[in-house]
Structures are given as C-alpha cells and as structure tokens.
C-alpha cells in the first residue's frame, strides 16, 4: 500500500510531547517501563543532549499481531446475558478468480453488504499506518541522536579549551559509521516490514479478498493462456496492488 510520509516536523512536535510527559514521571515509574521513554526533548529554545549513548531506535524484531488488541473497550454487557448469535460474516469463496472485472464485481458486492468486513480490513490498514509511522519517528529519532553527539563533544570541546585543558581531537563517530548505523536500522525496518506485509497477505486470504485468495496451482511463473489457465506472478503483484488500493479508498473513515 502507498502511504505519505509524515511532515517531519509533525514528527518532531509528537516526539517532543511524549518526551515532556515522560520527564514529569518518577524515576522509579521511568525505570518500569522503559519502553515509553524519549531519549531527550526538542524545543524551539534548548534542547537537552541524552545522558549515553545506549539508547536504540531500533524496530521490533516481531510485529504487533494483527488481530484487535485485547484492551480495546467492548460493549458493556447486558443486564441478562444471551448467548452468542451465529457468525454472519460470509464471504464468497474467490480462490479461482485471475482477473480484474469479476475481482471488482465480487469485492464490491461484499463490502457493500458486509459492514464487519469493511471494518476489519479498515484496522489492518490502521494497524500497518501506525507501524510505518513508529518506524520513521525511530528513524529520525536516530538522525537527531547522531546530530546530538557532536553538538555534545564540540561544547565539551569549548569548555576544556577555554580553561587550557587538554582535548580529544578524535571524533565520536564518523560518517561512515553513522552511515552504517542507519544502514542497520533500515535493514530491520525492512526485515519487520516483510514481515508484517506476510501478514497482511494471510489476512486477506482468509478474507476471501480476491488475488490474496488465488489458489496456488493458478500462479504461474509466466502469463496464463488459453491451454493453461492461471496468472503469471508479475500480473498479480499488480492486480494486489490495485485491489489494496481500492480497499483504501472504499474503506477509508
């Protein structure tokens, strides 16, 4: 799926925020739960060096599972309870369809009556948005990280100078190495991103979505014809992408 990078300096505004919440914690708080902490805050006025450079900016090594997070809120229950009705979210079965005009005909009619589906594929899609912006903010978080260490050792630099004292003339990092660090964490992102668009595939399979349901004997490693039936792999990377692009638009809020 396409989607726009966010304004850089949305990003920055959103970082700084958390970072001020996290600052107005207690250091025991802070310590037992690590995980929502910001390495240091960005203003307009000052901005507070991180203390060590242990902190990473690195992806998950696992992606956040793509089924409703148990703490999302559910109806309250009622006064007596009833038993559960039967399911009636039913999808055709689209696993023999190769081509897009019967594709569009069997996916508009069953959004269009099946308001629990729109409303799944409409989380899956949230669900990948949300990972593709944590990853950049990380990403960026990184870049200022590797900025705030040469800022930190020219100011160290000043001050040991101003007094007479000697200074360390070797750099902190070079480019190179700050270049491989980012290289490391693209590499991840990529690895995590692989991961979670697998994922997003099973889930539409099981969706009954056409293309992502395609039985596997249909794929073929070059185009179909008329003495054997199927689609080439090339054809339907495309058909997927034109069907995701569709999901966007006819479920998006």
């Known amino acids: 799926m396409s989607y726009n990078t966010p304004d850089l300096s949305s990003v920055l505004a959103t970082l700084s925020a958390l970072s001020n919440q996290s600052q107005s914690q207690s250091q025991a708080q802070s310590q037992a739960h ?76 069953t959004l269009s009556t099946n308001e629990d589906l729109q409303r799944k594929i409409r989380f899956l899609i949230q669900r990948q948005h949300d990972h593709e912006r944590q990853w950049w903010a990380g990403r960026e978080a990184l870049v200022r990280k590797q900025k705030a260490r040469v800022e930190k050792k020219k100011e160290l630099d000043a001050v040991l100078r101003s007094v007479g004292a000697p200074v360390d ?6 480019a190179e190495e700050d270049r491989a660090e980012l290289t490391n964490y693209d590499l991840k992102v990529y690895k995590a991103s692989k991961q979670m668009a697998d994922a997003m595939t099973g889930e539409l399979r099981t969706l009954q979505i056409p293309f992502f349901s395609i039985k596997q004997s249909l794929v073929l490693d070059s185009t179909g014809s008329a003495h054997l039936p199927g689609i080439g792999r090339d054809e339907l990377a495309v058909l997927r992408r034109r069907m995701l692009e569709l999901l966007q638009d006819f479920c998006k809020e």
């Open 169 to 174: 003339e070797k750099e902190i990092s070079t």
């Open 34 to 109: 690590p995980q929502h902490q910001q390495p240091y805050t960005t203003n307009k006025n000052n901005q507070n060096v991180p203390e060590d450079d242990t902190d990473t900016y690195e992806p998950s090594e696992t992606i956040i599972p793509l089924t409703p997070s148990p703490n999302i809120p559910h109806p309250k229950p009622q006064a007596h309870p009833q038993h559960p009705k039967p399911s009636t979210f039913h999808l055709p079965n689209t696993s023999t369809i190769t081509t897009w005009p019967p594709a569009l005909k069997s996916i508009m009619r």
